[in-house]
Structures are given as C-alpha cells and as structure tokens.
C-alpha cells in the first residue's frame, strides 16, 4: 500500500519560512516524479515543484522559483519542500505527490498526501 504522510505547515507572517515534510512508503523513487501541489476546495490543481529524472528537473512553478526548494532524502522516503519569503498569495492546502507522468512543465500524481494548510498573514 502506497501511503504518503505530510508535516509541517500553519501560520506564518509574510515573509517567514515553512518546511514541508512528506514521508513516502510502499512505493520506490525511481521512474517517478514526487513532488508538491497546491488545492483549495473544487479548484483546480496547481503544481508547486516537482522533482525527478526528466529533463529540467527540478520543475519550480514560476511564482516561487528563488523562494521554494524542493529536496528528496532517498534513505529516508522523504521529501521536503523548503518555503522561503513567504507571501500571503502562498496561502492555500498544499499535497505532495508521486506518480509515474513526470516533465519539465510539471508532474502528474498517482498517490497524494493528505494535505496541509499553510496561512501567510500580511
């Protein structure tokens, strides 16, 4: 059973920082793309960063590059997602992801975490 296990998140002043944890089981990292989206409701999915072997790796949605890193711990099953400069337009549910469909415009996830909410206050 693949299962995808998430921490960190909360409330945090413009321009502060958050570390997103995901720990992943059940499933290897290689052929894969895993990485971070973001859902509110009904809206539709928008890709954060995403990291694997294709070309371009790691993708960075424009609005955060130079302020969110992504990084994968391969011993330990577990990615985080590094949130610097934080701005109130980060608010929003973030998931992580795995799956097979990965590009340089992002990735597409199979199996997702259970999602975690990241406030920016002005």
């Known amino acids: 059973e693949v299962q995808l296990v998430q921490s960190g998140g909360g409330l945090v002043q413009a321009g502060g920082s958050l570390t997103l944890s995901c720990s992943i089981s059940?499933?290897?990292?290689?052929?894969?793309?895993i990485g971070w989206y973001r859902q509110d409701g009904g809206d539709e999915r928008e890709g954060i960063s995403c990291v694997g072997d294709f070309e371009g790796s790691p993708f960075y949605k424009d609005s955060v590059k130079g302020r969110f890193t992504i990084s994968a711990d391969d011993a330990k099953k577990t990615i985080y997602l590094q949130m610097n400069s934080l701005k109130p337009e980060d608010t929003g549910t973030y998931y992580c992801?795995?799956?097979?469909?990965?590009?340089?415009?992002?990735?597409?996830?199979?199996?997702w975490g259970q999602g975690t909410r990241i406030t920016v206050s002005s």
């Open positions: 992801g795995i799956g097979k469909i990965r590009t340089m415009w992002g990735c597409v996830y199979d199996y």
């Open positions: 059940g499933i290897g990292f290689d052929g894969v793309g």
